[in-house]
T-cell receptor, first 115, second 113 residues
Framework: DADVTQTPRNRITKTGKRIMLECSQT?????MYWYRQDPGLGLRLIYY???????NKGEISDGYSVSRQAQAKFSLSLESAIPNQTALYFC??????????????FGPGTRLTVL | AQSVTQLGSHVSVSEGALVLLRCNYS??????LFWYVQYPNQGLQLLLK??????LVKGINGFEAEFKKSETSFHLTKPSAHMSDAAEYFC???????????FGSGTKLNVKP
């Protein structure tokens, strides 16, 4: 089984609809992240969470919200989807560890299309 | 603020040829540096990382990268390309607290037979 799972894998929706993307992890990591990937722009950080009570905005948080329901679950919501939110969304986890050699582990991605 | 520049959005090499993917960073202090690979329809996988110690870092699948502080670079190389290396490669940096990761725009590697 995959360590980081995302649901759904693909979603097509219409402008104005509310959408939730879900991420679950079995790695036991404290830190979780949401990124979006656009061609030619790489990955950009939307939100990140260091534990259930610690949620922070990334560089492109406008139009998005998140919920850390448990250590293992981190959801991303688009309250009112718009076409320029069409992108590939990735969830990632990381663990500081004693050695402080943090590494991010990525889910398989969710391809979202907003019409 | 930190930033990452990957020179060349597409690189094409012949099978067996040297692979060189370029990454330069901008940071007030030397950051921690990473290379990730993304195969089609998959998430990103860590290839290698530099945190401290030896500046030449070896990763999986025969890749290596060298941290050059004077050039603010962390270029990725592989002596001999294989068809299975065709993928998109991302350079990333983080601060020493690993609070945030900043990714480059990616380089798509094409390997010709």
């Amino acid at each position: 089984d995959a360590d980081v799972t995302q649901t759904p894998r693909n979603r097509i929706t219409k402008t104005g609809k509310r959408i939730m993307l879900e991420c679950s992890q079995t790695k036991g990591h404290d830190r979780m992240y949401w990124y979006r990937q656009d061609p030619g722009l790489g990955l950009r950080l939307i939100y990140y969470s260091f534990d259930v009570k610690d949620i922070n905005k990334g560089e492109i948080s406008d139009g998005y919200s998140v919920s850390r329901q448990a250590q293992a679950k981190f959801s991303l919501s688009l309250e009112s989807a718009i076409p320029n939110q069409t992108a590939l969304y990735f969830c990632a986890t990381s663990d500081r560890g004693v050695a402080k050699t943090d590494t991010q582990y990525f889910g398989p991605g969710t391809r979202l299309t907003v019409l | 603020a930190q930033s990452v520049t990957q020179l060349g959005s597409h690189v094409s090499v012949s099978e067996g040829a040297l692979v060189l993917l370029r990454c330069n960073y901008s940071s007030s202090v030397p950051p921690y540096l990473f290379w990730y690979v993304q195969y089609p329809n998959q998430g990103l996988q860590l290839l290698l990382k530099y945190t401290t110690g030896a500046t030449l870092v070896k990763g999986i699948n025969g890749f290596e990268a060298e941290f050059k502080k004077s050039e603010t670079s962390f270029h990725l190389t592989k002596p001999s390309a294989h068809m299975s290396d065709a993928a998109e490669y991302f350079c990333a940096v983080s601060d020493h607290n690993f609070n945030k990761f900043y990714f480059g725009s990616g380089t798509k590697l094409n390997v010709k037979p």
